[in-house]
């Protein structure tokens, strides 16, 4: 069974950090793209980070740039999310997402696979 599991959302204080971790099972990262997207409550869905193994690219939103930081461990077939210097502007629910051969950015449509998301709340 393909899946994608996301995991490190919680609760932080404003200027704080979380690093999330997108697990994948059943396929193996090296000829897909990850992406990162977040939603909000009341707002659309936008894409935050992505990082392609095979198209050798990364990308972040302007609004993360410089905070935060995504890589990949092939070996644990897992994408991880650094994010620091939180703000209560991140908070939002968490999604990694897939596709094939693919480079950054990820659009967020016509994505292979999906995870159920990870909330993360940034207190002021």
């Known amino acids: 069974e393909v899946q994608l599991v996301e995991s490190g959302g919680g609760l932080v204080q404003a200027g704080g950090s979380l690093r999330l971790s997108c697990a994948a099972s059943?396929?193996?990262?090296?000829?897909?793209?990850i992406g990162w997207f977040r939603q909000a409550p009341g707002k659309q869905r936008e894409r935050v980070s992505c990082?392609?193994?095979?198209?050798?690219?990364?990308y972040y939103t302007g609004s993360v740039k410089g905070r935060f930081t995504i890589s990949v461990d092939n070996a644990k077939n897992t994408v991880y999310l650094q994010m620091n210097i939180l703000k209560p502007e991140d908070t939002a629910t968490y999604y990694c997402?897939?596709?094939?051969?693919?480079?950054?950015?990820?659009?967020?449509?016509?994505?292979?696979?999906w995870g159920k998301g990870t909330l993360v709340t940034v207190s002021s």
């Open positions: 997402a897939a596709r094939w051969s693919s480079w950054c950015p990820l659009d967020d449509y016509g994505l292979d696979y």
């Open positions: 059943g396929f193996t990262f090296d000829d897909y793209a």
């Open positions: 990082i392609s193994n095979s198209y050798d690219s990364t």
